[in-house]
């Protein structure tokens, strides 16, 4: 069975940084790209990030681009999101996203997704 | 980007209705559309991928359609459980964004 377990959201100040982790089971991880897609409270998806399978491509949504850093260790399944200059806009549910197409090299849609980790961003 | 636009925002139905919703993308998305459904307090769950396969699992009363810049999603029967929130996704390419999504109601 496909699982996905984010953790690592946080209450922090605005101006700080934090690293959301997610651990991947039940798949080839190295087989497919992984997204990172934000909700914030009461409003509807916005996706952040995305790495290819291997960790060769990264790819950057504008309103975190300059701030976020997306990287994965293959060898331990896990996915990662560095976060810095936290905003109070960046405030949301944080969801780690499977994406469906196999091979690794292409992003597309999101077929399995983890539970969220939220990220609260306030003084 | 490639902006997303769903319509409607909201709708009420009652069971067994026939339900569509359509999703206009800004620029041409070829068949690079996916539909989503969100219940409250849940991840979102694909439904439908390259504008009209079905995810396995998902129940033959939903269906996609369309090309190009329009698209529909339809639930021939409605169910109860199929009471929750709709987003339509484009993979054409990046930023890869969402519908601002469709809340399916109970009338």
């Known amino acids: 069975e496909v699982q996905l377990v984010e953790s690592g959201g946080d209450l922090v100040q605005p101006g700080g940084s934090l690293r959301l982790s997610c651990a991947a089971s039940g798949f080839t991880f190295s087989s497919y790209a992984m997204s990172w897609v934000r909700q914030a409270p009461g409003k509807g998806l916005e996706w952040v990030s995305a790495i290819t399978g291997s960790g060769a491509s990264t790819y950057y949504a504008d309103s975190v681009k300059g701030r976020v850093t997306i990287s994965r260790d293959n060898s331990k399944n896990t996915l990662f999101l560095q976060m810095n200059s936290l905003r109070a806009e960046d405030t949301a549910l944080y969801y780690c996203?499977?994406?469906?197409?196999?091979?690794?090299?292409?992003?597309?849609?999101?077929?399995?997704w983890g539970q969220g980790t939220l990220v609260t961003v306030s003084s | 980007d490639i902006q997303m636009t769903q319509s409607p925002s909201s709708v009420s139905a009652s069971v067994g209705d026939r339900v569509t919703i359509t999703c206009r993308a800004s620029q041409g998305i070829s068949s690079w559309l996916a539909w989503y459904q969100q219940k409250p307090g849940k991840a979102p769950k694909l439904l439908i991928y390259g504008v009209s396969s079905l995810q396995s699992g998902v129940p033959s009363r939903f269906s996609g359609s369309g090309s190009g810049t329009d698209f529909t999603l339809t639930i021939s029967s409605l169910q109860p459980e199929d009471f929750a929130t709709y987003y339509c996704?484009?993979?054409?390419?990046?930023?890869?964004?969402f519908g601002q999504g469709t809340r399916l109601e109970i009338k």
């Open positions: 996203a499977k994406d469906h197409c196999s091979g690794g090299g292409c992003v597309t849609y999101f077929d399995c």
């Open positions: 996704q484009q993979g054409n390419s990046f930023p890869i964004t």
